[in-house]
């Protein structure tokens, strides 16, 4: 590459850093957020699309990446998910602290362990006078519903007030026998489709209940990838929801899908934390103005960075895309500010659209040589 080449491909990537994130192109009501219990990245890659095709279907449609980070302690459920909801750590003065994974006693909230109120995107959405779901496939979920219930929610400080219990609705069910149907989803479905939530955590355990029966087994016709293939139907009937030119879903509908954690090809377990196998997740962001089929750190190059098998502490100013991203994110496309106290995507900087390309600039030999060529 020639001088004048190669300072012109840096202008032009100095340029693109430069220019605003685009907006959006459709307006988005509803997220619905989808964590996946147990789902490895490769357990998808291992199928292709005629056997998981809705999983392929956000991939081809939406904004993805397979090289996504659990919290960097802990690749448990409860403390993951916790992050996902408050865009926080697990550890430390800032992180939400809670490392339990187990069914909590009747009024343990976050609050309760932490010390201080730990604000979550269901505080956010509900506040502003929007509608919250849960619905989760783990009795152990109640803390979420106990964290931010009538009694244990904090006021509402923004407008109108919208009172302290800040999930519309939980629900817990833990059927995942796809050859009767899955109530959970079945029971999502139905709220969706009289009076939508405008931001929903759906929970879906199936690939962490056969990673735990018989191993991650990435082989064919393994109980892992037949869980997957199982929570790829459940997709199926999502979609065909959204689709329903008649939903008011339909053009307004966005989806997050990640993991709390992977899972080890050769145990059933998902431990210990510093094992590439149970820290690396899935990322997918489907929905109108999300670049199609786009890799998340092609789009990131300014805030993201590709870790490849490691895990970046906190401090590392490399950060990879994290579990933890998607509260801001979802917050972002419903068009709200952060998670008051998050410090993951605080700064809702995870850009999910299109990069513009940069103009064509001519090149002056005067400007080459005032910068030293």
Known sequence: MSKVQY????????????LPLPVLSGSINYVIHISIDGLRSDGVTALDSATAPNFYRLRTEGAFTDNARTDVEHTD??????SQLTGR???GPSGHNYTENSIPATGTTLKTNKGSYISSVFDVVHDNGSST????????????????????????GIGPDNGTDKIDRYDYNDNVDPTTSNTLVDSYLMAMSSAPFNYTLLHLRNPDSAGHDSTWDLTADSDYLGSI??????????FMEIDDASSPLNGHTAIILTADHGGRLSTKTHGPEDDAENYTIPFYVWGPGVAAGADLYTLNPSSRADPGTAQPAYGDPNQPIRNGDGANLALGLLGLGPVPGSTINAAQDLNVTPI???TALPMVPGVLLGMGF
């Open 7 to 18: 300072v012109s491909a840096s202008f032009a990537i100095f340029i693109v850093s430069m």
């Open 77 to 82: 459920t409860l403390p993951n998910h916790t």
């Open 133 to 156: 779901g849960l619905y989760a496939s783990k009795e152990k979920f109640i803390l979420f519903d106990q964290s931010y219930d009538a009694t244990a929610g904090e006021p509402d």
């Open 356 to 358: 513009p390309l940069p």
């Open 89 to 91: 750590g697990v550890d």
């Open 229 to 238: 293939v199982d929570v790829d139907s459940f997709l199926g009937d999502i």
